[in-house]
């Protein structure tokens, strides 16, 4: 070593289980993403992170709070810190992280957050994680054909919704790219190969038992459950006889 130049200092560990922030870093890791409006967060997700992780091998999940899915309505939709904070309370903070990275870089759309995430954190390998329903909708989500080109993607039954997935317009799509999930990550992340062409990224059902949890079902009882003091008092109202009027 030339005299005078002073020797680089250790590296530092690689940051993983940290909550994502904005400007990305170093983690060597298997990262799932689990991406939805938790509105709010429930079992069933953690069901999924927890399934998903374990079999794929993955070192992290990421529950990505969506600062707002482009297909639904604001309707009832509660505000992002609160969705936020309902996603950390399902997490542990280490195997299984509530990221608000999505609202922090100003993203919304899968395919987009993914290409940015791949860029500020290049060397970590991601899978895109979801139940059924969103295997079902996904030919209208923005540029779904890249994004299952580029990502890894993981499947979890759910019910109601595993058989049609199954069958429906992307499996049909991708159906040459299924492959067990113990394949998923086993080979080199996709790169451009000759004249640019990219390898296809592969997608699997993870083997799980369906979770009946749903946030639409969590939301209706919320509601009925406000709703039913109301409707007690008013039903104790109208059938409590009015008293006798005083007889002249
Ligand atoms: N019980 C479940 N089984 C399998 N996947 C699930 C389950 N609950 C949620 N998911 C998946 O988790 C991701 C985020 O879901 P989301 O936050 O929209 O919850 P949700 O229960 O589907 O909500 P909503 O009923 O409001 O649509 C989606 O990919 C969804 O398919
Ligand atoms: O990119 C899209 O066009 C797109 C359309 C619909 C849904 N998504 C993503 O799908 C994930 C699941 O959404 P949700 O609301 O069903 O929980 C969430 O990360 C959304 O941002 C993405």
């Known amino acids: 070593m030339p005299l005078g130049r002073a020797k680089a200092p250790p590296r530092k560990a690689s940051p993983s289980h940290r909550a994502p922030g904005r400007w990305g870093d170093g983690r060597r890791a298997r990262i799932g993403l689990l991406g939805g409006s938790f509105n709010p967060a429930h079992p069933g997700h953690r069901h999924v992170a927890d399934m998903a992780r374990h079999v794929l091998r993955l070192d992290e999940v990421w529950l990505l709070v969506s600062p707002g899915n482009p297909l639904k309505s604001g309707d009832g939709m509660a505000p992002f810190r609160e969705r936020l904070e309902s996603a950390r309370r399902i997490a542990d903070g280490r195997h299984v992280i509530a990221a608000d990275i999505e609202a922090r870089l100003g993203l919304r759309q899968t395919e987009r957050t993914l290409a940015r995430l791949r860029r500020l954190f290049p060397r970590a390998r991601f899978v895109w994680i979801m139940g059924a329903d969103n295997l079902l909708q996904l030919p209208r989500w923005r540029r779904w054909r890249r994004l299952a080109r580029d990502t890894p993607m993981a499947v979890l039954p759910r019910p109601g919704y595993t058989r049609p997935a199954l069958h429906g317009a992307a499996a049909t799509a991708l159906r040459r790219h299924r ?27 993870v083997p799980a038992r369906e ?29 409590t006889p009015l008293p006798a009027a005083a007889e002249p």
């Open 211 to 239: 979770h009946p949890a749903s946030a639409t079902a969590i939301r209706a009882l919320r509601a009925r459950a406000t709703a039913a003091p109301r409707a007690h008092s008013h039903q104790e109202l109208s059938a």
């Open 179 to 205: 492959r067990a999930c113990g394949a998923l990550l086993s080979g080199a992340s996709p790169s451009a190969g000759r004249r640019g062409r990219r390898a296809h990224a592969p997608w699997c059902l």
